[in-house]
């Protein structure tokens, strides 16, 4: 290794809270909560992805382990016949708010409709009748990673999906009909979840719809660009919405945040890209977004190293981990969790936006179901937040991702990440990990308990 031919130390990015630690509680009425997405746990609806994936089984590449997903992909999770259920299930957890997805492409199943699809409108307004039910606040996200296949057909001058020019007022025209179906009962709003993953892997690394590769970071522009007007343009429907109907609302985005570290803490190119990717990966589309929003929505997956060669300093590798740390407690994708930087995160983000933080995602991959690597992140996670908030941030929700097993993009469906384990094969039967049992006694006691501290906390 590069590190070791040079004798330069790594930084370690790793330090565990000390058993002395001052355990805290987050602030009175917290949100605590599951995250979950539409095309991930939803039957197939005629979205971009879902055109992806039929187009995987048939070429049987483009979803890791596809053969298997075949069998799976239509039904997903089957939230369809589980709304009531698994709403029961966050409730039973203590969970008092929940995050999900209304699927653009259930509700806008074609081009031509004004008006949203009644099966879609009558589907959505039960989920949001079971998390009244339970005393659930909801959080509702536009456009999380999929939308209607339509969409996507090139228009007269060759322009695609969020390409196209009336992509914003298509967005915002989703948005009005949703405040003005459920204005009455949803006032948090995320207008598009991980604007900058979407650009990323849809456009650099062409893994996601539409895959293409573009080329240096710098090619996803536009399309980022195009992402901020739909998110403004909804954000504003959202806002005019509530308004005409005499109400307020709370609009946001869901940003991906990763902490991205120098390999080797000396070297001054591993620094210096490591700074540059944090601009462009986390910072930039923040600071583009936030005129427009009133809380920052963070979605929180630890860390990531950034390692270069000084004879091709372009071709940087980013790792998701370190083998040789033996703290560095990563999840089945290779990512490693890291409270510090997340406490650090919440603390600099409200610093810089002085708007109240959502974590509207943060989880890991594991699917045993004694899962002890999730349940000792549920508990770090949570003390960091508290600390956070005792350095002033203003944190006032925790959304966990996710509630139940899930379609992990393209990845398939071996990573787990499920409070809940999914048997896909038996009618997606839900069986409980430890961690709800862990997330019950966080919630009872907004804050953790000692003896999980003792037990998971160092
Ligand atoms: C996305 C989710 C995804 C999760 C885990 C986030 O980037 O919003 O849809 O499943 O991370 O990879």
Redesign the pocket.
Known sequence: MIRERLGLPKRRAHRRLGAGERLLALPSGFLWGAAT?DQ?IERQQPSDWTAFEERAVRERRGIAGVDQAARWLAHKSDFDSHVADDVARAADMGHCAHRFSMSWARLFPREDMAAPDPAGVEFYGRVLDELHRQRMTPFVTLF??ASPAWLWRPDRDDRRGIERPDAPDRLAHLATTLIDAFGDRVRHWCTI??PV?LAYLGYLEGTFPPNEKRGGPLAADAVLAALLRMHEAAAAALREGARRRGTSVQVGI?Q?VRTFVPWRNRAPLDVVTAAVIERLFVRRFLDQAMPSCDYVGV?E?GRAYVETELRRPLAYQVRHADPSDADDDASELGWAPDEHAFEDRLVALSRRYRKPIYVL?N?TAEAALDDVRRQRQLVRHTQAMARAVQRGADVRGYFH??LVD?F??AEGFAPR?GLYAIDYDAGCSRSARGSVEVFRHLTRDNGVPAELWARLGR
Do not use: D, P, R
């Open positions: 997405a991930q999380h990673f979840n991980e993953v869901a991906h979605n997956y995602e989880g991702w996710s899930n992990e993009w990440f």
